[in-house]
């Protein structure tokens, strides 16, 4: 098992350059199973659940070509099974976005319960409740979903919560669908804008998504495409709080600048110095830092996927902070490990007060989940000594090349 040794005590100095968004890269990986012609898709990060991914539209029969250079062709004209291993299943939670797609082009699909980062609770009712909307029999046994519509239909789909998986799932299988589908009370993050956007290159006729309400006329067929996908918000965030941290000074380039603007706002109240302009972002801070309270909530709310990096950083500001988790139930493992490190922090339910201390002290650490393994890495950044964070797996999931584009930043840190 690979892990990170980070010597803490450098700022962050330079310039790094981000990569394309996982999360809108796996919508779009299981979207191109929808055409029977060439879709190629640029600005592709080389991390563990884009691999998986592959694997598992190859398991299909889909073919993959990948450039080496952030490109990748995939072609579906050739699916040969409707139906994916538990294996495959359990790597990656994102793996149930295979049912809109498949559903919409094939009318049939079977797989196992996905597994995926271990942050609570995570539901498929809503995924599952629309299908049957849309005229879809779903029967759930022995830890298998199968799901099959002689025809798909649209259908009028109010959502009891904006949940993006469902969102992206129904709007794959509404393009293929016959008939129109709305979706209301939709998720707006910026992915499903790129899915909707990749989804009408492809000839599928999607409106509304960063909107609470996205309208779908279903076609029979959808065709090739090439497209760029977004860059990663959750990356720059990231890096942003790396800057903060370290009270450093460094520019993000390619970035898009409103989509990480839940952050930059909380970043400036705490006093960090953020000057923004097009595709860059320059985060710069000296000053001793205020203390904040945050609430995560659906785009444009305060990303949960940021939680654990923000309470890293509260863990080194003078005063009281609170942190409200509102979208998983059980993302405040972290906590036990910043702690490990001199972390003051308290939980109570869904609420984190969090008395930030002046020196962290570096230790072993254990990701738990990917958020969670770049909190610790970020707070070994600042703490005295060598921090060891294990089960880097995790946030090899989520994060291209992070050691050596920290390193690139004047950060000390090594995988051994
Ligand atoms: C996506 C992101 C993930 C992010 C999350 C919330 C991807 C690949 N992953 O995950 O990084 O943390 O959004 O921003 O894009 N829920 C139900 N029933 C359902 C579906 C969801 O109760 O059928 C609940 C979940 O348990 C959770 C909340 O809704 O508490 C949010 O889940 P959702 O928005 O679906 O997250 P994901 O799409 O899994």
Known sequence: MSKFIIKGGNRLEGEVCISGAKNAILPIFVASLMSESDCIIHNIAMLR?????????????????????????????????TSISEQL???????????????????????AYPG???????????????????????????GFI??????????????????????ENVMMAAALAEGKTIIRNAAREPEVVDLQSFLNGMGAKVQGAGTDTIRIEGQKKLGGIEHTVIPD??????????????????????????????????????????????????????EQLKPIDIKTLPYPGFPTDMQPQLMALLSTIQGTSIII?????????????????????????????????????????????????AALVLAG????????????????????????????????????
Request: net charge neutral; aromatic share 4%; with cysteine.
């Open 49 to 81: 659940d884009v691999e998986v991914m592959e694997q598992l539209l190859t398991s299909l029969g889909a073919k993959i070509k990948s450039e080496g250079n952030g490109t990748y062709t995939i072609n579906s004209n050739n699916i040969s099974h």
């Open 89 to 111: 299943m359990r790597k990656m939670r994102a793996s149930n976005l295979i049912i809109g797609p498949m559903l919409g082009r094939f009318g049939e699909v079977k797989i």
């Open 325 to 373: 988790e509102t979208i998983f139930e059980n993302r405040f493992k972290h906590v036990d490990e910043l702690r490990r490190m001199g972390a003051k922090i308290k939980i109570d339910g869904r609420v984190a007060i969090i008395k930030g201390v002046e020196n962290l002290s570096g230790t072993n650490t254990q990701a738990t989940d990917l958020r969670a393994g």
């Open 233 to 286: 918000r959750i990356e720059t965030g990231t890096y942003m709080i790396g800057a903060a941290i370290t009270r450093g000074d460094i520019v993000l380039d390619n970035v898009i600048v409103e989509h990480v603007e839940p952050l930059t706002a909380k970043l400036r109240e705490a006093g960090v110095k953020i000057e923004t302009e097009s595709g860059k972002i320059h985060v710069k801070t000296k």
């Open 146 to 167: 199968t799901a099959r519509a002689k025809e798909l239909r649209g259908a009028d789909i109010h959502f009891d919560f904006p949940s993006v998986g469902a969102t």
């Open 381 to 416: 950044l600042v703490a005295s000594g060598d921090t060891v964070v294990e089960n880097i797996n995790y946030i090899q999931r989520g994060y291209e090349n992070l050691p050596e584009k920290l390193r690139g930043l004047g950060a000390q840190i090594k995988t051994i």
């Open 116 to 142: 995926g980062c271990n942050i609570g609770d995570r539901p498929m009712d809503i995924h599952l409740k629309s299908f049957e909307k849309m005229g879809a029999e779903i029967y759930e046994e022995h």
